[in-house]
């Protein structure tokens, strides 16, 4: 199929850009659209026919479930078959929109295909113009995935998109490399235990501000305990070189890289890093403490190391406060191996 581009700039929205993504939207079509985390790919979630092309063009497992994306109340009580509790209401007027993604009881309106026959349904309003227009444009809700080949790094830049999925979907809006740069932080508020199923984008500290009884599912603890993520199973983000993880403090790990040869190894790492080794291919995602500058450019540069002359990659831990969990969280799970200093 032949794959439109729509360019859209987000600063200045063109109204007819945005009613032509919401033709193919109403035509059962998938569209890949810009959000704040990463780029998704919307379809209309109450049609099973455009769901389903979801799956085919992402070579997604079918048990996958795929997160919604509203612009409203309304929309969102459509979806669910809860009450909207003291609990939940003040995270909402808190973080939405924005990259956090809520689990709750779904609505009968809510397909088994959509929540991978699961009886809850994630839900997400996404901090970003365009995302929220064509929403409202299209008057219905959009279930949304990363808009990647399943496994591959998440898209960030319309570019990434292209390079995925070109003739396999109706459109793709261009637009701005996504602000936050991972997916959003999911949390089950469909019992009274509030507990975050995937880190993302919004840290458990930040959380916690709001509601401080929310926990970590065992999960995300315990690698024996069963995901209730679905997700959470499946190995993700990777490239395609061998990539290995390397986990201890930042003296250990600067230790340990003066004794090995860089000379065919992408080194991703921190300034403080990088700034005393020497080799070819060396990348800094920042400060060690710069977590969303990280985020930010951390799924760009796992795609352009394909493209590099190397044979492996190493990539260094963060701290675990914060974001830090985050992002050690998606480099474990891109990674082949792990070193434990
Ligand atoms: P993606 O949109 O590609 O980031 O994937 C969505 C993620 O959200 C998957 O890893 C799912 O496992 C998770 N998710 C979506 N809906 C639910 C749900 N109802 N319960 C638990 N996890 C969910
Ligand atoms: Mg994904």
Known sequence: MET???PINQ???DNEAIVLASQFIHAHQCVAMPTETVYGLAANAWSDEAI?????AKGRPSDNPLIVHVCDQ???LKCIDQPLNDRILKLMEAFWPGPLTLVFKKSSLISDLVSASLPTVGIRMPDHPIALALIKATQV???APSANVSGRPSPTKGSHVLDDLQGKIAAIIMADQSQVGVESTVLDVSSQTFAILRKGGLSIERLREVDSEIIYDDALIDVNVTPK????KYKHYAPSKPMT???GNLLKQLEYLKTISLEHTLLISVDEIINELSGPYMVTLGTKDDFEFALNGLFDILRQSDNMPVTSIL???YSEKGLGATLNDRLKKASTEKIIL
């Open 52 to 56: 389903q092309r979801i799956f085919e």
């Open 141 to 143: 809700p959009l279930a």
């Open 4 to 6: 439109i581009i729509i």
């Open 315 to 317: 990539v260094t831990s």
């Open 229 to 232: 993520s679905p997700g959470q």
């Open 11 to 13: 600063n200045n929205i």
């Open 245 to 247: 993880f390397i986990e």
């Open 74 to 76: 309304e929309m969102l």
